[in-house]
T-cell receptor
Framework: EDKVVQSPLSLVVHEGDTVTLNCSYE??????LLWYKQEKKAPTFLFML????IEKKSGRLSSILDKKELSSILNITATQTGDSAIYLC???????????FGQGTTLQVKP | DADVTQTPRNRITKTGKRIMLECSQT?????MYWYRQDPGLGLRLIYY???????NKGEISDGYSVSRQAQAKFSLSLESAIPNQTALYFC????????????FGPGTRLTVT
């Protein structure tokens, strides 16, 4: 059965800290791993990692795919209160176009 | 205007009632999805549709049905609502050429009493 597991499930840090969120996947015919950020509304897309694009960066956020370990990390440096959100990881499910989501990591950044 | 819209945004209903959640999109995408979100469980797929004539069950389809009325519209129905269907429901779309990136609607918060 395809599955995606995230850790930790919740995290509390202070502004300026660096955080690392983890995602492991076991899916049939892996094609891509995606990260989304969800504030008090719909998830918004952050990154998509594939076998041909294993590292992505945007500002203070970066993500790496480890195909050997079947995992990915999302790093956020110099955290700000606006980074407080649920971070969702997802991978493709088999040969279909659907996504399998992890449980999410709830990040709280305190001033 | 939002690319993916959902109606209603909030709904409180009673056990046993039939309820329909609607989703519309202006992105021109072929693929549409319905998810529910519960605390600590992430997003779980209820149904998905890759075109108007192609509808598939997701991992938690029991108690739900869907209708793809047009490329742009995908509705989710609860035939007889029960309290454990209280959740946040999201509609999403994706393009068949870049199908893994999905775009989400604002969500419908459903409470079944």
């Amino acid at each position: 059965e395809d599955k995606v597991v995230q850790s930790p499930l919740s995290l509390v840090v202070h502004e300026g800290d660096t955080v690392t969120l983890n995602c492991s996947y076991e899916v049939t015919n892996f094609r891509s791993l995606l990260w989304y950020k969800q504030e008090k509304k719909a998830p918004t897309f952050l990154f998509m990692l594939t076998s041909s694009g294993i590292e992505k960066k945007s500002g203070r956020l970066s993500s790496i795919l480890d195909k050997k370990e079947l995992s990915s990390i999302l790093n956020i440096t110099a955290t700000q209160t606006g980074d407080s959100a649920i971070y969702l990881c997802a991978s493709n499910g088999g040969n279909t176009g659907k996504l399998i989501f992890g449980q999410g990591t709830t990040l709280q950044v305190k001033p | 205007d939002a690319d993916v819209t959902q109606t209603p945004r909030n709904r409180i209903t009673k056990t046993g009632k039939r309820i329909m959640l609607e989703c519309s999109q202006t992105k021109g995408h072929d693929r549409m999805y319905w998810y529910r979100q519960d605390p600590g469980l992430g997003l779980r797929l209820i149904y998905y549709s890759f075109d108007v004539k192609d509808i598939n069950k997701g991992e938690i389809s029991d108690g739900y049905s869907v209708s793809r009325q047009a490329q742009a519209k995908f509705s989710l129905s609860l035939e007889s609502a029960i309290p454990n269907q209280t959740a946040l429901y999201f509609c999403a779309t994706s393009d068949s050429d870049n199908s893994y990136e999905q775009y989400f609607g604002p969500g419908t918060r459903l409470t079944v009493t």
